[in-house]
């Protein structure tokens, strides 16, 4: 059963954006939270931005402030993150998860997609 399912990924220029998307179903629809992660080749994965699904709070890495949002619609069980002036270094997986609380710890999330690949080229 298909849970989240990111896309949006590919490859961009240094300064460039990308739209991410990831659509929500079956029993992750009653999460009350949602977030992004990424993981960098050899790094561990870290956490980009999170929000409430009902409401409430939305949190960012240090890394992400500024330059990535983090948006929801509720009609469409979908979540979004927009990356703008992206880096090199921005360059990962990046996955959407699902849990019952906004949280920054991977661990603290139920459901995860299988991640879409961000490749930015300077």
């Known amino acids: 059963q298909v849970q989240l399912v990111e896309s949006g990924g590919g490859l961009v220029q240094a300064g460039g954006s990308l739209r991410l998307s990831c659509v929500v179903s079956?029993?992750?629809?009653?999460?009350?939270?949602m977030g992004w992660f990424r993981q960098a080749p050899g790094k561990e994965r870290e956490f980009v931005a999170a929000?409430?699904?009902?409401?409430?709070?939305?949190y960012y890495a240090d890394v992400a402030q500024g330059r990535f949002t983090i948006s929801r619609e509720n009609a469409k069980n979908t979540l979004y993150l927009q990356m703008n002036s992206l880096k090199p270094e921005d360059t990962a997986v990046y996955y959407c998860?699902?849990?019952?609380?906004?949280?920054?710890?991977?661990?603290?999330?139920?459901?995860w997609g299988q991640g879409t690949q961000v490749t930015v080229s300077s």
């Open positions: 929000l409430s699904w009902v409401g409430g709070g939305i």
């Open positions: 998860a699902a849990g019952p609380n906004v949280s920054g710890y991977d661990a603290h999330y139920d459901f």
């Open positions: 079956g029993g992750a629809l009653r999460s009350s939270a």
